[in-house]
């Protein structure tokens, strides 16, 4: 994800980039509600997209339990490991 620089000079965010920010400053819990939102959609190109940007969001929130989460060992239920 690259800033860009418009005529004037100034640099402006991605669309990307203001929607990662913006799940950045969401909790943990709401992650899960979104994340849990996305397992009810059809897959497409664009929610494969969104479902990344939920994982690296909640993986910046609790590495370890994303790790855990990853492995598996629980379930597939994301809630029990955050």
């Known amino acids: 994800m690259a800033i860009?620089?418009?005529?004037k000079g100034d640099l402006k965010?991605?669309?990307e980039q203001m929607?990662?920010?913006k799940l950045s400053t969401l909790k943990t819990g709401?992650?899960?509600?979104?994340?849990?939102e996305t397992?009810?959609?059809?897959t497409t190109l664009e929610l494969s997209k969104v479902r990344?940007?939920?994982?690296e969001a909640l993986e910046n929130k609790n590495p370890?339990?994303?790790?855990?989460w990853m492995e598996g060992k629980q379930g597939d239920d994301v809630?029990?490991?955050f």
């Open 30 to 36: 709401k992650l899960i509600e979104l994340w849990n």
């Open 52 to 55: 990344g940007w939920l994982m």
């Open 19 to 21: 929607i990662v920010s």
């Open 13 to 15: 965010m991605t669309r």
């Open 64 to 68: 370890a339990a994303f790790d855990a």
């Open 39 to 42: 397992e009810k959609q059809v």
């Open 79 to 81: 809630a029990i490991y």
């Open 4 to 7: 860009s620089q418009n005529e």
